[in-house]
């Protein structure tokens, strides 16, 4: 851990609130759709419904059909990026963020050397492109096409390497909101129409994670990219950074001119979706969890929607739909105020309303189904 002594010191609660007000969630943003997801740098997208929910907390007058639409005319794509995980980008990031973590997906395959033995994986990207250039391709479909090519070769282990080695969309209608249909894949360069940016160096999107996650140490932006070896280019824009230190001495770096709020500045209830970026995106994740709590919104590999109180993970929720009618139920990790209770159902009806469609609901508090 790096180590500062001159640097002021932020507090748990002060990176709080700076981390809030640059992720849309202090108060809700009058930004497109597009917009919002370009300031992002991407919303989780594993599941087809989180980037809708993660809009909805973030935005002023959000509507579901809006991302839709812009996923439609290939505005916005979903494609393999940060961590080895589908995030949806504008499809100018989709071109230069994917070839900036190429390297780390290259050396994702080491993990799958004795299923590849003997395949040339230049020519599994070639073979792989000219068949999902030709029509997009499920991964099924890819993946027995490859085995035909290589067929002493482990079935997943193609399929990994071709997701590794391409910048795999996944093209409409899945991710569509109410019309969402299965994996189907082409390239990025394909579904776009014009070519991928050559890698580029890291110092522009650190500047734009310290704008949407800031303020933020070397292995913070590490976390989030899925990367390692930044410090060079951190220490590059150091000149043009201001330094900060949290409450154990790590050093910070951020944007001269970006918000720092008040440490009491209010944080209303927000209903974040499972796997949102804010959760995801730190190395030390105290700035908006703490340690018991967030062991409580895992299970396995499964991860539960969160509710934000005060700024910080203060429970979970589901939402069952049922015919014309919704149910979402709140399971918070303490007991609550009837204030804070008021908040949350105020909240909750506001995301139902949203994306719960013309149909009843119903908000409960409880405890939360476990898978």
Same mark, same amino acid.
């Given at each position: 851990?790096?180590?500062? $002594? &001159? ?16 992720? %849309? +969630? ?16 991407? %919303? ?14 973030? !935005? ?5 059909? /809006? ?34 973590? #190429?390297?780390?997906?290259?050396? *994702? ?7 590849? =033995? ?11 492109? /000219?068949?999902? *250039?030709?029509?997009?391709? &499920? ?8 085995? &035909? ?20 969309? #996944?093209?409409?209608?899945?991710? +569509? ?29 650190? +500047?734009?994670? %310290?704008?949407?996650?800031?303020? =933020? $140490?070397?292995?913070?932006? #590490? ?11 951190? /220490? ?6 201001? &330094? ?5 001495? =790590? ?56 509710? !934000? %109180? ?62």
């Amino acid at each position: 851990m790096t180590k500062t $002594s &001159t640097a002021p010191v932020l507090s748990v609660r002060e990176l709080n609130r700076a981390t809030l007000d640059r992720q %849309l +969630l202090l108060r809700r943003a009058a930004l497109s759709a597009t917009a919002a997801v370009e300031h992002l740098v991407g %919303l989780q997208a594993q599941n087809v419904k989180p980037p809708y929910y993660a809009l909805a907390a973030r !935005l002023e007058g959000f509507a579901p059909e /809006e991302l839709s639409a812009a996923m439609e005319q290939r505005a916005v794509v979903r494609i393999v990026t940060m961590r080895s995980t589908i995030h949806t980008h504008t499809a100018d990031d989709c071109l230069t963020l994917r070839p900036l973590v #190429q390297a780390a997906r290259e050396r *994702e395959l080491y993990g799958f050397r004795a299923g590849l =033995a003997g395949v040339d994986l230049d020519r599994l990207a070639a073979i792989g492109r /000219e068949l999902v *250039e030709t029509e997009p391709r &499920t991964m099924k479909q890819l993946r027995q096409a490859l085995l &035909t090519e290589w067929p002493d070769a482990d079935p997943s282990a193609l399929a990994i390497a071709a997701r590794c080695r391409l910048p795999l969309v #996944q093209v409409t209608p899945r991710g +569509l909101w109410g019309r969402s249909g299965q994996v189907t894949l082409t390239t990025a360069e394909h579904w776009l129409g014009r070519p991928s940016e050559p890698a580029p160096a890291p110092d522009a999107t650190i +500047l734009r994670y %310290l704008a949407a996650f800031g303020p =933020a $140490s070397v292995k913070d932006m #590490q976390t989030w990219a899925g990367l390692t070896r930044l410090r060079e280019a951190f /220490e590059r824009l150091r000149p043009q950074l201001v &330094t900060f230190a949290d409450e154990h001495g =790590a050093e910070l770096f951020d944007l001269p001119d970006a918000p720092r709020p008040e440490a009491d500045t209010p944080a209303p209830a927000r209903l974040l979706p499972e796997f949102d970026n804010l959760l995801l995106s730190h190395a030390d994740r105290s700035r908006v969890v703490s340690a018991d709590h967030k062991r409580r919104t895992w299970r396995g590999n499964q991860a539960y929607r969160t509710l !934000l %109180l005060d700024g910080f993970v203060a429970g979970v929720w589901q939402l069952e739909e049922t015919g014309d009618r919704a149910v979402l139920t709140v399971e918070p990790f303490d007991a609550l105020t009837a204030r804070q209770r008021d908040e949350v159902t105020g909240e909750a009806a506001r995301v139902l309303a949203v994306l719960g469609g013309s149909g009843s609901y119903d908000i409960r508090f409880g405890t939360v189904v476990r898978g």
